[in-house]
């Protein structure tokens, strides 16, 4: 994971009934927002007693969540009643109230209105928000916990456990070579290592991959549900039209000596 200090906060911070720990996780796409979700929920969820509900709302649409959720805590509830989300999300406020689960926002969007499916005012149940926008209303209050990109111990770190301690540390530079390539960019750095390891390569075959064909070509990973190509295109649709076609310009940079990828 290479996140033991934000992985630390995070896991101290959400307790049942603490209402701050309506807490947000922020930063680019790629940087590792939602691994660092999973990872907390997976140390926290045995405290609370319904559990722990993931929301996706990159592609799920609020009103489908909040039925989701009703029937994953009433089984015997196929959908919440009222047919618009206003409806919904207060049946769902009413239900919750008197539970103790630890809600994810997974990939909150810009102009998305996720406020209503909180839990009312003395639930027991927590909050945590992933999202690349720090202005989204919904952090507004709490200081959010922002990720960057990893730092050179921490890929290293990772390497080790993907390829195994003894493998990583004899190809020491290779690695930071490789890292350099894909910018510490965290989602890059586990697709990497895991390709190398699945393939049996050399990190510095890896790299010279990467040189000749580009990240985007050489890091595809068909046994994940996550790439390089999805999160960029994500940025890419959340983009003006006039901000898109100023981001296509950078192209013709990329053959400069001062201007790589």
């Known amino acids: 994971m290479g996140r033991k200090d934000a992985t630390e906060r995070l896991t101290h911070a959400l ?20 691994e660092l979700a999973k990872v907390v929920a997976h140390r926290v969820a045995r405290r609370y007693r319904d559990g722990v509900l993931w929301a996706d709302c990159g592609d799920e649409r609020l009103t489908d969540v909040a039925d989701r959720w ?3 805590l009433e089984p015997s509830m196929e959908k919440l009643s009222g047919d618009d989300f206003p409806a919904k999300a207060a049946s769902w406020r009413g239900l919750i109230s008197g539970r103790e689960a630890l809600l994810i926002f997974d990939n909150v969007q810009p102009g998305q209105e996720i406020e209503p499916l909180f839990p009312p005012p003395g639930s027991r149940s927590t909050v945590l928000i992933t999202t690349r926008h720090a202005d989204h209303p919904a952090l507004r209050g709490i200081e959010p916990l922002r990720l960057d990109q990893f730092t050179p111990a921490e890929a290293m770190d990772l390497a080790e456990r993907v390829l195994g301690r003894e493998a990583a540390r004899a190809q020491r530079d290779e690695a930071q070579r490789l890292f350099e390539l894909v910018g510490y960019l965290p989602l890059a750095v586990s697709i990497a290592l895991s390709l190398a390891k699945a393939n049996g390569w050399k990190l510095s075959e890896l790299s010279q991959k990467l040189e000749q064909a580009g990240a985007i070509r050489v890091l595809k990973d068909p046994d994940r549900e996550r790439s390089l190509r999805a999160t960029f295109r994500t940025a890419w649709e959340n983009l003006s039209d006039e901000l ?13 000596p001062s201007f790589d990828t």
């Open 15 to 34: 307790k049942p009934g603490a209402r701050a720990a309506i807490t947000g996780v922020v930063g680019m796409g790629g940087i590792g927002k939602t």
């Open 244 to 256: 898109q076609r100023a981001f296509a310009c950078l192209a013709v940079f990329n053959q400069g």
């Open 70 to 72: 009703a029937h994953a």
